[in-house]
């Protein structure tokens, strides 16, 4: 988990992506226990609303749930839900654009294709 905040979104959303970050890599696993409210305020040093708001949206996405007394946990399906959401968010934040400025650009398809391919080559060399 990372404290640095950036002024691009609420802090409570960053903190939000953070645990899912840590769910979509493995750190946390399904049916695992997440970090409380608690131990968050203590890490990031935010208010408590302010994980609360954050949690809470991961609660009625379902992708954590509460066991009273006991603390929070991942649930079943969650990384699966996680992946179809972010993946939906990436083709809606970024492929929409990049289609729009290579169709300003006349870049074909293929052309596309090889610019991806030719960027990700560099950077795996990297």
């Known amino acids: 988990m990372s404290q640095n905040f950036h002024d691009k979104k609420p802090?409570?959303?960053?903190?939000k992506e953070q645990i899912?970050?840590?769910?979509?890599?493995?750190r946390i696993k399904e049916?695992?226990?997440?970090?409380?409210?608690?131990?968050?305020?203590?890490?990031?040093?935010?208010?408590?609303?302010?994980?609360?708001?954050?949690?809470?949206?991961?609660?009625?996405?379902e992708i954590?749930?509460?066991?009273?007394?006991?603390g929070m946990f991942v649930t079943d399906g969650a990384r699966k839900k996680l992946m179809q959401g972010r993946r939906q968010a990436f083709a809606?934040?970024?492929?929409?654009?990049?289609l729009a400025e290579a169709?300003?650009?006349?870049?074909?398809?293929?052309e596309l294709i090889d610019i991806i391919s030719t960027y990700q080559?560099?950077?795996?060399?990297?």
């Open 11 to 15: 802090i409570y959303k960053q903190i």
């Open 20 to 26: 899912e970050d840590q769910i979509l890599d493995g």
């Open 31 to 61: 049916q695992e226990r997440a970090p409380s409210t608690n131990e968050l305020v203590k890490f990031y040093k935010v208010n408590h609303l302010t994980i609360a708001k954050g949690v809470n949206e991961l609660v009625d996405e």
């Open 64 to 70: 954590l749930y509460k066991k009273r007394g006991v």
């Open 92 to 98: 809606d934040s970024y492929v929409a654009d990049l």
């Open 103 to 110: 169709e300003k650009l006349s870049i074909t398809k293929e």
């Open 121 to 126: 080559k560099g950077r795996d060399r990297s």
